[in-house]
Every structure is written in structure tokens, then in C-alpha cells.
């Protein structure tokens, strides 16, 4: 079971990225998934939110507005589209799989994990 996320690069204040993350091993189209974002020194913060059927989604206050998260479930596929990027945007990006069919803000609900990918937002 794994989760590969991708999509990460150097990109100006103000540009745009989309993260992909692939499932392989096993389909989640019953679980929650989430993005999360881990900056150098500071804890892993949750970023955006989808549960199952992508019917209801959530985001960070400091990235509504600005990214937007998606899924495909017949491509077993989570996408994260970021416009808009900051300085303060640049992290290792992960995506996750919810242990349930619904979000959590929490990393401890979630079971599985990408490798992550690494987002640099030039000033």
C-alpha cells in the first residue's frame, strides 16, 4: 500500500503548482484524504481536507481561498492546486489517507502516508 505524491518544484511569489498523489496497492475511494505540510523546524500542519465521495472539503485559514483540493476516485488519483503561492507556502507537501470515510485536521487519523514532496516558494 502506498501513496506517491508529486508535482513539487521552485516556483516565484505569486505562481502556481498542482500536487498529484497516486494510490497504488489498494483504492481509497472509501477514505478521507488529507494534505498536509511540514516546513523545516516546525511540526507537520494540516493543509486541506476531502472525505470520500469529495461531497465536503476543508482547508487551513492561511490556504483558503488560494488552494483547492480535489479527487478521482476512478484514477485512485488526490490533487492539490495551489495558487496564489507565498513565501511562507514552502514545505514538504504529504498526502495522506484518513482512517475513516471522512477528513480529520488531525495527523493522527490518518494511516497512511506519501513520501512527500517538496514545495519552494522563491520571494
Known amino acids: 500500500v502506498q501513496l506517491q505524491a508529486y508535482g513539487g518544484g521552485l516556483v516565484q511569489d505569486g505562481g502556481s503548482l498542482r500536487l498529484s498523489c497516486a494510490a497504488s496497492?489498494?483504492?481509497?475511494?472509501?477514505?478521507?484524504m488529507g494534505w498536509f505540510r511540514q516546513a523545516p523546524g516546525a511540526e507537520r500542519e494540516f493543509v486541506a481536507g476531502i472525505q470520500w465521495n469529495g461531497g465536503t472539503t476543508g482547508y487551513a485559514d492561511s490556504v483558503r481561498g488560494r488552494f483547492t483540493i480535489s479527487r478521482d476516485n476512478a484514477q485512485n488519483t488526490l490533487y492539490l492546486q495551489m495558487d496564489g503561492l507565498k513565501f511562507e507556502d514552502t514545505a514538504v507537501y504529504y498526502c495522506a489517507a484518513a482512517r475513516g470515510a471522512l477528513f480529520s485536521r488531525a495527523v493522527r487519523d490518518y494511516n497512511v502516508w506519501g513520501q512527500g514532496t517538496l514545495v519552494t516558494v522563491s520571494s
Open positions: 496497492g489498494r483504492r481509497f475511494s472509501n477514505n478521507g
